[in-house]
């Protein structure tokens, strides 16, 4: 398939090895690229994971697909294949390697603005226009994108990539092999104000913010420091775009939350959480391991076990919307 | 009317055949600015689309006014006036020949860091801190804000404007006559993760953004690379501030999507949709051509033809809402 | 308490004169932190604000404890205290004494480009990579932070701080003692756009943004420049983080604005009004002083008098929600 990306071509055996699948045929043929099993041609791997797409297994032109054994066994061409019973994690690890993601070049950008104190592995990329504060420690291999402002005092593991224009405040601390996307802001200010006779006065946010290991952090996402104490993302937490994470929140192991969600300060997301998009969770709140909060829900009470919860309301023409809502207004006299 | 841009001085003739309207009245009458009815000054034009506001004609001091014949023709005045079918978009017309947006000298800032294989047009403009990777092409009189990070391989039409500290990832193609604001990403990953044994593995996201002719893209609006093939933002579409797109999703041709929108993965929006403001469309829909979806409104099922969709629930006082919650919550028993 | 930030340690009597509070007992005491009554070590400041903390007042290691006169006389330890009616905005100031904001290098950075016309006060400190444009104004003592874009005419007030890569947009005003975080965008254009046979044509904006003094701007927070005339934030309003203002608001001093809402155009928010986060405000509405729009509210129709306003769905269960959404679907014709 074109892409945008440059392939790097894998024998089938290889690729089989590294994702740990089973080969079926010719483990000399050379892989070029991964497609879906209807776009794919002559030299792209496929997968088969929903079993909806299975219409497409007899007319693929895929060169070898990645499939479970069951659905294997039910299909009659003699194709090449990689069984292995999470197809779709499989594929995953195989465009990996097909498709490794580019390294600028390893060095210090000569525009770059990096404070004598800041300690930076020697095999780092800090690109053009990027500022490293005071003291701030970046690990091997990782990469500062372009126009990034690193505060002083961070600490950034080793093989983390932070895309351009990244914010990370002063003292925050960032994992290994990390994604931070361009225009996510790191560690500013909780929103945190006490009133004196109807005058907002601030209240120094003096904690910090911690991403544990491979967490990936969306574009334009922001995530504030703790008030007193930290705001801490645990390993392998996923964020997507545009997600506000306040103050003081912990958000458990492996959770994923969608574009746009709303976390107000101190809430507490258990581990394998997944939040979808638009959700708003309000402040001061937990959330047991292995929740669902569902897309666009606003959620204003804890979540004690695990399972799937709503709170959309639901769509209709115009029309009926209205009428429906005269009633609903009144549904408590009614 | 003050404002904060410098006016360009036009005759009223000239205003009117570049607008398209009929002039009646004397045409060398010279307008300085543009403005509300209740607002104008001697040498302002203003307009009436909202009959609404048909009360100020009588005591507007506006030099002339744009209007439909038939509220022309209802108005005794003498005044100037042009005349149009459509005040609003003769209006839009005038303001951008009263109002030029004034552009940054031409060339390339010298703090820039411009890749020498990058192709600039001769009439570009590159502001400081700007970073152009290897291969990108800019077209002829395109603007490059300040701190803007254009990616290797991206592709920029001409008379395209882009406001400062804009990042476009590489390979995104972004067309002519585009206006894309601060802060916005263009090309970031999308959210696409396999799960294995609840841990998260990354998906590479190798499609694109393209984005075609007369796109404006809001600040700190987010629009997600493709995962394979590409995310496509058809022409004249208009997206506010804030908003997420999601990877594979097309927006189909004189789209509008305003402010804090989140739009999922691989939605399909059609042409002349509008999407309110903080709506949120669940990922691979469908929206049929002409359709609009109201404000803060979930959508969570294909819209299959155009109409008006809404699904709000309504505000009341917080105790009255409370008793309401109530009976909603129970209302299948009930 | 170990804190990301260095301590400014105080003196117990002059913190009590500083935050207006009468102290007892020992004013030698050095103060070296402040933290939670459970948290305080034996050199921190605790207070006493929420009375279900009030547990916490026996065992607290604090060396002494803000609280109001009435909490004292119930206390019976006799641990060193500084009595005030407002415990939680006295404990924001003792905080602020403590925890001073570290302030960059007085300066301009070599690697700034400011604009031979700009005019910048002595004390001020420009970081790396900032641009200040022609006939900018910035204010004693204001701090521009790295790679911030300070648009062409723009002023600044005195004592503001602006943290990295921070855009105002051309001729926006910024008062005294504001606080801008990370990301935001000031000035952007509003999404305004007529349509003509399909086609939307771009409606100049040529107003501005006005921020009065001691306004706080979240992290990637967008506020859009008025189309004809301002948008205005007024004094002492503070906006978290992901918050869109559309064109032409005015937000009423004191105001407060949390994470995610979306405010339309035209919209006018009351003095002392609380906006929770992801509100959803529709366009040209008014909000009378004092009220409070609950979280995830939207919001269609004005507010004529003050009071807190809800309209959330109910969160369920998601079977539970599905029955329920059926038979709210149909509550019209039930």
Redesign the interface.
Known sequence: ?D???VVQPWKLAALAEVIGATLEGDGNIEIHG???LD?AGAHDIAFLSDPKYRVHLETTQAAAVILSPKESAAWAATKARLLTP?P??A???A??C??P??RPATGV?P?A?VATSARIAPDVSV???A?VGEHAVIGAGSII???C?IGE?VTIGSHTRI???V?I????VIGDRC?L???C?IG??G?G????N???????Q???VVLHNDV?I???T?I??GA??DTIIEE?V?I???V?I?HNCVVGA?A?I???A?I?GSVNIGK?CRIG??A?I?GHLSIADGAVV????????SIEEA????????????R??????????G??A?
Chains 1, 2, 3 share one sequence.
Not at 198 to 204: A, D, E, F, L
Not at 294 to 301: I, K, V, Y
């Open positions: 398939m892409t945008a990306v991964a497609a879906p776009r999470n779709y994690a594929y995953a690890k465009a990996n097909l498709y993601e580019p950008h525009s603005a690109g053009a226009h500022t994108g372009a126009g402002v005092h895309h351009p224009r914010v405040y002063p003292h925050c994604v996307h361009s225009g802001v500013a200010d929103f104000f006490a009133n004196e109807g005058n907002w006065i601030k209240i120094p003096i904690g910090r990936e969306g574009a334009n922001t504030d420091r007193l104490g392998n996923k997507d775009n545009l506000q306040g492996h994923a969608a574009g746009c709303g107000s394998h998009g638009a708003m309000g569902a897309a666009a829900t606003p959620l204003f009470t399972g799937m919860y709503s709170g959309v309301y639901p769509i209709l023409p115009h009926q919307w209205q009428k429906n809502a005269v009633q609903l207004r549904l408590d009614l």
